[in-house]
């Protein structure tokens, strides 16, 4: 049969009995094998072997064979084997001494997992937001690569397609980082397009001032010069004083 819901570790495959005799069920044991080399495609040789239940009155079975590796090739096919003897005729001479019958080889390939880099936004003097999209990572370690201040840092995202948004915080200020999506495949590391930001200087705006109290000659009353420094939020620094 075909082949359905294909992902990157797991798939549906479908069977089906076409037999005159409705006791099949009772008669034998089916299902569907499947493996990367297509020499095993034997009940005794396969690496996946799934039972598999046809109702009556259905015309097919599906059985999810999973634990499969991402972006391979694999075959399989449905078989029939026989318990003891019964009724049922053989299709093949050679099925006789298999105690079983085997359907068409057919075969599929698992998805691919991808990953892109995004852009960086929200970027503060010790954080920043990075986006990153995923494709077929489902059950897979991914996330975002980052280097900077002399650390590697592997932070990882939830397993699910499409754009994630992932924090980055404890970042130093006015510090260069690089960073990349990756996604982890049988030890594998695919990794997206290098981007870099550069971190902010940290909010030191403000104003400060002194007072300074002083006379303009012996005996004078007493004046007062206020001094006052202001730095604003893009670093630029401003001066004033005033009398009073």
Request: with cysteine; net charge positive; proline share 2%.
């Amino acid at each position: 049969g075909s082949s359905y819901d294909v992902k990157t570790q797991s798939a549906v495959l479908e069977g089906a009995i076409r037999c005159a005799n409705s006791k099949y069920n009772e008669y034998g044991v089916y299902g569907i094998i499947c493996d990367e080399d297509e020499s095993k495609l034997s009940i005794e040789k396969a690496k996946y072997n799934v039972v598999g239940h046809q109702d009556k009155l259905s015309l097919s079975y599906k059985v999810q064979v999973s634990g499969l590796k991402p972006n391979k090739q694999y075959y399989y096919r449905a078989y029939y084997r026989i318990k003891g003897k019964c009724d049922l005729k053989y299709r093949y001479a050679k099925d006789i001494a298999a105690n079983a019958t085997y359907g068409k080889v057919k075969g599929f390939y698992t998805k691919a997992p991808s990953v892109t880099t995004g852009e960086a936004l929200n970027i503060t003097s010790n954080s920043a937001t990075v986006k990153c999209s995923y494709k077929n990572v489902e059950g897979l370690n991914c996330g975002v690569i980052v280097s900077g201040n002399g650390k590697v840092e592997c932070i990882k995202a939830n397993s699910n397609d499409g754009e994630q948004e992932i924090s980055l915080t404890g970042l130093k200020a006015v510090t260069n980082y690089s960073y990349c999506a990756y996604v982890i495949i049988d030890g594998d590391t695919i990794k997206g397009t290098n981007k870099e930001f550069t971190t902010s200087m940290p909010d030191i705006s403000g104003t400060w001032s002194c007072v300074e109290k002083y006379y303009a000659y012996t005996g004078a009353p007493a004046s007062y010069r206020t001094y006052s420094v202001t730095i604003n939020k893009d670093g630029t620094v401003r001066y004033s004083e005033s009398e009073a």
